[in-house]
Nanobody
Framework: QLVESGGGLVQPGGSLRLSCAAA????????VGWFRQAPGKEREFVAAVSRGGVSTDYADSVKGRFTISRDNAKNTVYLQMNSLKPEDTAVYYC??????????????????WGQGTQVTVSA
């Protein structure tokens, strides 16, 4: 089970750090990704991190502004979001897969999603 937190209201140009906390001792065996869904749009890939946290993948729209990282000792994956734009407004979700590589997460279809955390970028 994954639980997202850290969302909120922030002004354009501001920053937020999202957290994705997992239960269970095998979290380090999962590749983890962040995804988002804006009102009226389909859910889209944002970023992914490999099991060991060394390798990352980003959507072009967030590259250079967002950073994904993980702390396997804390069973948590983070998404540091800087230079936020109004178009980043969305519900942000994390998800994980035991068998996929981190590069495959951007195209993977998941059956289950958590509640997500709302990020609103507005003046």
């Amino acid at each position: 089970q994954l639980v997202e937190s850290g969302g909120g209201l922030v002004q354009p140009g501001g920053s937020l750090r999202l957290s994705c906390a997992a239960a269970g001792p095998t979290f380090s065996r999962y590749a983890v990704g962040w995804f988002r869904q804006a009102p009226g749009k389909e859910r889209e890939f944002v970023a992914a991190v490999s099991r060991g946290g060394v390798s990352t993948d980003y959507a072009d729209s967030v590259k250079g502004r967002f950073t994904i990282s993980r702390d396997n000792a804390k069973n948590t994956v983070y998404l540091q979001m800087n230079s936020l734009k109004p178009e980043d407004t969305a519900v942000y979700y994390c998800n994980a897969d035991l068998y996929s590589t981190y590069l495959a997460l951007r195209a993977k279809s998941f059956d289950y999603w958590g509640q997500g955390t709302q990020v609103t970028v507005s003046a």
